[in-house]
């Protein structure tokens, strides 16, 4: 009988346990949840070189959390590793290449994205400049006339094709 009793108890204390463990694994589940929402609906404002680093980590974020295979570690590190590579992004500038339709044109354009924030561009021949910003939908570039040698003296001092670097207003 107290090795009963002293069981039942111990069953008790399991079962307190196990209730406890689900309750957490379920509000867990709930906050990974708020998050992948969140980076979802911030993605399409993102700019197109980190979207690239981290479609595949977006794709990744189930459409059902009810209905997927991905464990919830699984789901918290796709959730981290976009965050991650975000504050990089962020804290940094970055030079890419890129097409962009310029009037009735498209053209080849080096784009210096600062952040999360701004971007500046500027064609190979030095005649045709603007800068970008995030949007609702996406990041809106405008063309600005009269920016191009600035943009080109930006882009220059990032490259470290400069002598002498110094403040360039945008």
Known sequence: RASSSSSDTERADLLAKS????????ALAGEIR?????ILAVAPQLPAPLREKIEMLLVQIPDDPNN???QLGQRLMNV????AQAERFN???TLVGETRPIGDQKLQVRTLYWGLGTAVYVDAQGQ??????PGANGWVFENV?????AAQQIVDIYEGNVDEIKFIAI
């Open 145 to 149: 006339a009269g920016f191009e040698g």
């Open 128 to 133: 045709a400049a603007g800068v970008g910003r």
């Open 34 to 38: 708020t998050l992948e929402e969140k």
């Open 91 to 93: 804290g940094s500038a």
């Open 80 to 83: 981290l590793g976009v965050l």
């Open 19 to 26: 209730d406890e463990v689900q309750a957490g694994h379920a």
């Open 68 to 70: 997927t295979k991905l």
